[in-house]
């Protein structure tokens, strides 16, 4: 009973809109699954999650879903803080309906698109870390780690950026490490986790070789990666400089009508990026340009500089509502619910999002509010050291996945609001929770 209620809970927003939202990647994700077509550009496995789970007959269904694991992963949070369990499920209710209408969590459960599986992702990758479950709920939380790592391409280069900085951590800290309750136990599962994800990546570079002969982990990571070069200006100074030495390239003669968003640049039919043949014609051409700022010191200082500076800019980028707009009857959402769901068509049109009715001012002013107030609880807990040692690592592991989030989707491909508002409210959960075992505590003191 309380699992369905937070599922429900987690999905008021889609109740509000009058359907779960839609983004121009949902057209592709049901493709993928609903006639499973391998894609190019990104894995197939969220779109055979679609229909799975919505069992070919609804799309609430799918939000129900996600709601269902998001609930039972916020919960087995407050189990790793509380004894009771009856308490940890009260206190998870509250969470969710706090998450719900004052961060992200809510509007990216209920957006058919895998955005919402690298939080889930996060929290199921600390949970087998930090505590001993038994064989089936350990199970279900390497389900959701697979899920979260397989769904979604930016999932594996953001683990393994935090998988190295763990190891550093470690390898630097050692003697400290050996005095942590459970030390033993952390290091198998990172050991699992990590085979895990180098195995996963084995297999994803396999599969594009093998159908869209680029080996790497994203066949087209190398057009978001010139896309970034285009929105920073890093693309036309390189141009600018290779013709200079001879180095001509089919994109060169657009040099100087190059769009100003990375967006417009992959996604634009008048681009000049489509209007040298697109992703496919200029493949090898992308991927020798994608590499040049690392072969030249000129070139690889501007990048570095764009990293960085990428970097810091998506950390404080996560607006709600990013995309949700109303999509014409030519766009792949559109196209994807009338031809998959075609019993929902209707509620779909009705929605407020199809109506262009949506407003995320209150949800946007509300998400800073409770991510300042949560920041500063967090604070002030650990400068009165009411903070266990688990929840210490916790918090480092969360801190640890919003850099690395914002280092790779913002350093290297485009800082956009989704990217970030994906996972931000997991500072708000750190706080619920810390705030939580407070409570209890004294509650029995």
Not at 390 to 397: A, C, E, N
Not at 412 to 436: E, H, K, M, T, Y
Request: hydrophobic share 50%.
């Amino acid at each position: 009973m309380y699992y369905l209620l937070g599922a429900l809970i987690l999905c008021i927003p889609a109740l509000v809109n009058g359907y779960p939202f839609v983004y121009s990647d949902t057209g592709t994700y049901f493709t993928t699954g609903f006639d499973f077509i391998l894609p190019e550009e990104r894995p197939i496995f969220y779109g055979l999650f679609l229909m799975i789970s919505s069992l070919r007959l609804s799309a609430w269904l799918i939000i129900i879903t996600q709601g269902l694991i998001g609930f039972f992963l916020i919960n087995e949070c407050f189990l790793l803080v509380l004894n009771s369990k009856q308490n940890s499920l009260k206190y998870s209710i509250i969470s969710v309906v706090i998450l719900s209408c004052t961060s992200n969590l809510g509007v990216s459960n209920c957006t058919l698109i895998p955005d919402i599986f690298e939080g889930y992702f996060v929290l199921a990758f600390a949970l087998i870390l930090l505590k001993k479950n038994n064989r089936i709920r350990t199970l279900l939380l390497y389900v959701i780690f697979l899920m979260g790592l397989t769904f979604h391409s930016s999932a594996i280069p953001i683990f393994i950026v935090v998988l190295s900085v763990l190891a550093v951590t470690y390898l630097s800290f050692k003697k400290k490490f050996k005095n942590i309750e459970g030390m033993k136990f952390m290091k198998q599962s990172y050991l699992i986790m990590f085979v895990t994800t180098i195995f996963i990546s084995v297999f994803f570079i396999l599969v594009n070789g093998l159908f869209f002969k680029s080996y790497s982990l994203n066949a087209f990571s190398n057009v978001f990666i010139c896309g970034k070069y285009c929105e920073t200006g890093i693309l036309k100074y390189m141009l600018t400089e290779e013709e200079k030495s001879g180095n001509i390239y089919q994109l060169t003669i657009y040099k100087d009508s190059l769009p100003k968003s990375a967006q417009e640049f992959i996604w634009d039919p008048n681009s000049p990026l489509n209007k040298v043949g697109g992703w496919m014609k200029v493949k090898d051409e992308l991927k020798e340009i994608a590499k040049l700022p690392y072969t030249k010191p000129n070139y690889f200082f501007k990048n570095a500089t764009s990293i960085i500076g990428g970097t810091l800019t998506q950390l404080v980028t996560f607006k709600n509502g990013y995309g949700l707009y109303a999509y014409a009857d030519w766009s792949a959402p559109y196209k994807a619910i009338n031809m998959y769901l075609p019993h929902e068509f209707k509620l779909f049109c009705n929605s407020m999002q199809q109506k262009g009715e949506l407003n995320f001012k209150y949800l946007d002013f509300a998400q800073w509010l409770i991510l300042c107030a949560s920041i500063i609880a967090i604070v002030l807990l650990i400068v009165k050291r009411q903070i266990e040692e688990k929840m210490v690592v916790f918090l480092y592991l969360i801190i640890l996945f919003l850099f690395a989030n914002a280092f790779i989707c913002g350093g290297f491909v485009n800082s956009i609001d989704r990217l970030q508002a994906r996972v931000v409210w997991l500072i708000v959960l750190i706080a619920l929770l810390l705030i939580g075992s407070r409570v209890e505590f004294k509650s029995k003191s």
